[in-house]
């Protein structure tokens, strides 16, 4: 029922807040967050647009904690995201792809959100112009990072990590704003999924897209197959079948990666489909990190009637272990899920 009443009525990102403040689904606080990320997400799209005029392509020359080398974008992203989180005077510790780890905010006045972020992702492909995303999710804080315990910095560091290790099945928020040829604002309160259009000409996100719901199947798959050499045999005979129309047969599968997972998610929602990033001989938990990529997407697809494993396991239900874990992802329409489950289980 959400959307505009006259055809001159702006719906705003800021309108949808109001309203669900008003319905009780979403805490005055927690609306704050949300502005406060679309507020970094308008700037980092910005940046990401101008990046090639204003020398913010390339390398960073460091590499994050998890031995990825930074892009001067992702740096820089990270840098919008914590202001603006700080600055919301509501998130209580932050955790980014980005930092080694979880940090408390000191400037806290209440709230205590606790915000995890990707700020920057599928950044190999900004040099080219090709879409990138920013993917967030927030929790209630599992224990109170208090302020007094500053002066103990190892008892803060580990009361952050707690705060932090929660599964996604506790996620009170998730969403991403996919850069591309429109910048769009996708957000879930676990009250269905909504999309939001940057509209420039006002410099607000507009509701464009209330209540998205996945398609129950499609014909799409996008998963990196130059890998299908190192993948399990289970995952290669799924593989080879959806060349031959997969559960139905008939038609084969189109294939689409960009190697962008906010790009590729996208997609995958509107259109229906699989996005998957397995496991590997290399790299058995795969590439995606639980708590910035696979919890806030798996929150969203099953929000819009999808679903998201690690094709043995719900996404949701694995309570992290460490902040930068990885699990392997399948995500999308319940019935392509269920059929790459159904060789893997
Ligand atoms: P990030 O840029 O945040 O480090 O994430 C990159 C991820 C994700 O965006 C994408 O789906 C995946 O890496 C692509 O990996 P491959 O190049 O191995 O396919
Ligand atoms: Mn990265
Ligand atoms: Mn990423
Ligand atoms: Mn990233």
């Avoid at 990270?78 to 080694?100: H, K, M, P, Y």
């Avoid at 996404?315 to 269920?338: M, N, T, W, Y």
Wanted: overall charge negative.
């Amino acid at each position: 029922s959400a959307g505009p009443s006259s055809e001159y009525e702006l719906y705003t990102l800021t309108t949808w807040l109001l309203k669900e403040e008003q319905k009780g689904t979403v805490t005055n606080e927690l609306a704050v967050v949300i502005s406060s990320i679309a507020l970094a997400c308008k700037q980092i799209g910005s940046l990401v647009t101008r990046a090639g005029v204003s020398n913010l392509t390339g390398l960073a020359g460091a590499a994050n904690v998890q031995g990825e080398d930074q892009k001067k974008l992702d740096v820089v992203s990270n840098e919008v995201f914590c202001n603006c989180l700080r600055s919301s005077g509501r998130t209580g510790v932050i955790a980014s792809e980005e930092e080694d780890l979880p940090v408390a905010v000191e400037e806290t006045y209440s709230g205590n959100y606790v915000v995890v972020f990707d700020p920057l992702d599928g950044s190999s492909n900004i040099d080219a112009g090709i879409s990138v995303g920013s993917i967030f999710g927030a929790y209630e804080p599992s224990e109170e990072c208090r302020v007094e315990d500053m002066d103990d910095p190892e008892k803060m560091m580990q009361n952050c990590v707690l705060n932090v290790c929660q599964p996604g099945s506790s996620l009170v928020m998730a969403g991403y704003c996919l850069y591309s040829s429109s910048t769009v604002f996708v957000l879930t309160v676990k009250e269905g999924v909504f999309g939001f259009t940057y509209d420039s000409l006002v410099g607000e996100f507009v509701l464009t897209h209330p209540n998205m719901k996945v398609p129950e199947s499609g014909k799409i798959y996008s998963f990196n197959e130059g890998n299908y050499a190192t993948w399990e045999k289970g995952l290669q005979e799924y593989m080879d079948s959806l060349k031959t129309g997969g559960a139905d047969g008939g038609k084969p599968y189109s294939a689409r990666y960009i190697g962008s997972l906010v790009g590729d998610f996208h997609r995958t929602l509107l259109y229906g489909g699989i996005y998957g990033y397995p496991g590997d001989k290399r790299n058995v938990n795969g590439k995606l990190r639980l708590l910035y990529e696979c919890a806030p997407m798996s929150l969203i697809m099953e929000q819009a009637g999808g679903k998201g494993t690690t094709g043995r396991e719900r996404v949701l239900d694995i309570c992290p272990e460490a902040v930068h874990q990885r699990v392997p992802l399948f995500v999308g329409s319940p019935k392509e899920v269920d059929y790459v489950e159904s060789f893997l289980k």
